[in-house]
């Protein structure tokens, strides 16, 4: 999940979408590394601020979906289920620093106040 206006370009609302307007080229990275890993956006609500990406299609972009696989099983996921609904929290900023905020949560929903 990332921020809808963190993708180069939102995605057409519509059914038929083309590969090259769901897929993002070099769009994903490890933490401080060069994005070289390609994703594909699965929804997006630009009023909400939210994106899903996935997998690109593994028929079409084999290697692309296998460097994304690779890249996924790589990191540990963040667990919000588990967390305690008030706690100190960082956020990385789209200046690419990292800022402290309060975090709140309840189950299915998360809310952080810089």
């Known amino acids: 999940m ?9 995605p057409p609302c519509h059914g038929g979408l083309y ?14 590394s060069e994005p070289t890993v390609w994703a594909e956006c699965l929804f997006a609500d630009p009023i909400a601020d939210i994106a899903v990406l996935g997998s690109p299609d593994s028929q079409e972009l084999f290697e692309q979906a296998e460097d994304y696989e690779a890249l996924v099983e790589s990191v540990t996921p963040l667990k919000i289920v588990d967390a305690p609904e008030k706690g100190r929290a960082w956020l990385l900023s789209l200046d690419g620093e990292w800022v402290e905020c309060t975090r709140r949560g309840h189950k299915r929903w998360l809310n952080f106040d810089l």
């Not at 206006?5 to 939102?10: D, E, S």
């Not at 590969?19 to 401080?32: D, H, I, M, V, W």
């Open 2 to 10: 990332t921020g809808a206006h963190c993708l180069p370009h939102v």
């Open 19 to 32: 590969l090259e307007e769901r897929t993002y080229p070099k769009l994903l990275a490890s933490l401080g």
